[in-house]
């Protein structure tokens, strides 16, 4: 008797349980994963605070722009009715006065509006204690507080004084020593230093002292107030100043040690520098530093400063060192002294 044939199904129920548990696998995939992530945020506290600080800048330069040109505009105004009274003269008395005498009023006349307009383009009204040559009017700090008995400016010469990029230091590091001191960075730390020094008060005494791991005096007597009178000691600082080599560290606690040892304390402090420390009093062993180490080296160093004594900085941003221009922002405003970030022509 023959077999009878089986009728061949493709839907069996094996297929259809493999396929329910693959739709099911589907639908709790679905369900477990998240549609909508909550993104994370981050913000740049650090740059938040430093385009604070620019923009704050940005807004005092316009408002001296502003009054410099309502300056201007009124000297204008004076030099008008200046030659507006000498055609009225000429007008009404051409026969009375003789060629000379017409040509010495003017002459006259002319210098003395020449004086006021002097006046108005030097902010220290024509007072300065030493010439200073430089590239068109250069004049334009007047937020710095060019005032005091006792003035000590403090130099950093540390080797990231060579240049403003870390790459460009490690190579001016192993040039010679005159390429070193012509490094366009340090002249222009340089020539900032003798900026300061033509704006001291003719009646006041001052120091110039340079620090990297250790700081000093620019002069051999160390702690002894010069007069700025003296035009030769001021001309001996400067050149004993362009015989320094930038080179080593960033020891900002020594510089404070070396002020608060002088045996009468300055009124006003005018720091030079280009970013945080880099060392401290208490060695470690890390070979690199990142910038919450130099935050930490900052805070240590605050506590050398001496109390109730404004300081100046004249900051020449670095890279890598994101918190330097708040950091010195809040220890000018602490302080009651003043903060500035120089642009690269200055002075």
Request: proline share 4%; glycine share 4%; with cysteine.
């Amino acid at each position: 008797m023959a077999r009878l044939k089986r009728k061949i199904t493709t839907f069996s129920l094996s297929f259809l349980d493999i396929m329910a548990c693959g739709f099911g696998a589907v639908t709790l995939l679905f369900l477990i994963l998240k549609h909508n992530p909550i993104s994370t945020e981050f913000i740049d506290l650090a740059g938040t605070s430093e385009k604070k600080i620019l923009l704050e800048e940005i807004q005092t330069e316009k408002e001296n722009l502003l009054r410099l040109k309502n300056t201007l505009a009124i000297t204008d105004e004076n030099t008008a009715k200046i030659i507006e009274n000498i055609k009225k003269i000429q007008e009404a008395a051409p026969t009375q006065l003789d060629t000379e005498k017409e040509l010495d009023l003017l002459k006259k006349q002319i210098f003395a509006l020449e004086e006021k307009i002097q006046l108005l383009k030097e902010q220290d009204n024509g007072k300065n204690i030493r010439k200073f040559l430089g590239d068109g009017e250069r004049q334009y700090l007047t937020g710095l507080k060019l005032s005091g008995k006792r003035i000590v400016i403090l130099v950093d010469i540390s080797a990231s004084m060579l240049s403003d990029s870390i790459v460009n230091v490690i190579r001016m590091r192993n040039m010679d020593d005159e390429s070193k001191k012509n490094s366009p960075k340090w002249k222009r730390a340089i020539k900032t230093t003798e900026w300061l020094i033509t704006q001291m008060p003719k009646d006041s005494q001052y120091q110039i002292y340079t620090f990297n791991t250790s700081a000093k005096s620019i002069s051999s007597d160390n702690g002894v107030w010069r007069n700025t009178q003296d035009l030769s000691s001021l001309n001996f600082s400067i050149q004993e100043l362009k015989k320094v080599i930038p080179n080593g560290g960033t020891n900002l606690a020594k510089a404070f040690q070396a002020i608060a040892s002088l045996r009468r304390s300055p009124d006003n402090i005018f720091l030079i520098t280009d970013g945080l420390p880099t060392q401290g009093n208490k060695k470690k062993n890390n070979v690199t530093i990142t910038a919450s180490d130099r935050m930490k080296l900052f805070q240590e160093s605050l506590k050398e400063l001496p109390s109730r004594i404004p300081v100046n900085i004249l900051l020449f941003p670095m890279e890598g060192d994101p918190f330097a221009a708040a950091s010195y922002w809040k220890l000018a405003i602490s302080t009651k002294g003043s903060f500035m970030s120089p642009s690269r022509d200055w002075p």
